[in-house]
């Protein structure tokens, strides 16, 4: 069998459904075995399970090696910040843990096995990869969020001290107290315990209430499914399907009109007496 071959094979493998179906089975099933190993087992299933661990490992690594040829057998495929994970995490699964200074470092690796499901499933990795990309401006929601707080929890440290010491007797014990009240629990035994002091003091924890929970959760949910949008479309740009690349090739085939409508009309012009 020849080299370029034995790469087709592996591209064709690597494109085959039953094949990405027994991985994702494989690494479910490495996450039960991991919970099992959790529980007082009798030695010699512990035994069996090493040895379908060490099982498992070595499939890990030999679907990382068909998709390093698959996707050309260079550095490029460690371009992608997904394929340097899933090999990563391959690499020092296959670390001797036993009788080893790092044992707990190699026994972490294979609970993280569980995350290269984020890896082979796509839909998972467009939530991961919006979710990164919304932390950015999510990040100055969470700082007017912040700010708020802070001032919210000033003016009830000044204000509701004397009613109960215990949960305003600081800025920082009257921040965990609002956090309880933006979570909604049990808020309202807050609230009835200053109106009790102070009768107008719903409007303080209904105002607090309306800008926390409402305007700006919905603001950072916006963010996200923004970004989840674009990230769709990527996809979609990237594979060649779904609504937004059927959207740009009608764009690319509207210019290339466009372009020899210009060229004709160029050369009208020139001919033109």
Do not use: C
Request: hydrophobic share 55%; aromatic share 14%.
């Amino acid at each position: 069998m020849t080299v370029t071959t034995l790469t087709r094979a592996l591209q064709r493998l690597n494109d085959n459904r039953f094949f990405q179906f027994l991985i994702i089975s494989v690494i479910i099933f490495s996450a039960l075995v991991i919970g099992v190993k959790t529980y007082d087992i009798d030695p010699a299933y512990l035994k069996l399970l090493k040895l379908i661990d060490v099982a498992i490992t070595y499939l890990f690594l030999f679907e990382i090696i068909v998709r390093f040829v698959a996707e050309g057998a260079s550095f490029s495929f460690f371009k992608k910040a997904w394929n340097v994970f899933d090999t990563l995490i391959v690499t020092v699964s296959l670390i001797p843990i036993e009788d080893s200074e790092v044992v707990l470092l190699a026994r972490l690796v294979r609970i993280f096995r569980v995350l290269r499901l984020i890896s082979i499933i796509p839909e998972l990795r467009i939530l991961i990869s919006a979710l990164i990309k919304a932390l950015p401006p999510m990040g100055y929601v969470l700082l007017l969020m912040f700010i708020i707080f802070y001032i919210y929890a000033a003016v009830g440290s000044l204000l509701f001290e004397s009613v109960n010491p215990a949960l305003w007797k600081d800025i920082a014990v009257s921040m965990l107290t609002l956090f309880r009240v933006v979570t909604f629990e049990d808020w309202t035994d807050v609230m009835y315990e200053t109106m009790a002091v102070y009768p107008l003091s719903w409007i303080y924890y209904l105002t607090f209430i309306f800008l926390n929970a409402f305007v700006f959760l919905n603001m950072m949910i916006g963010i996200v499914i923004e970004r989840m949008q674009a990230e769709h479309e990527t996809y979609s740009l990237e594979h060649d399907e779904g609504g937004a690349a059927d959207l740009h090739h009608v764009r690319e085939d509207t210019q290339a009109i466009l372009q020899r409508l210009e060229a004709l009309e160029k050369r009208i012009m020139e001919n033109k007496p």
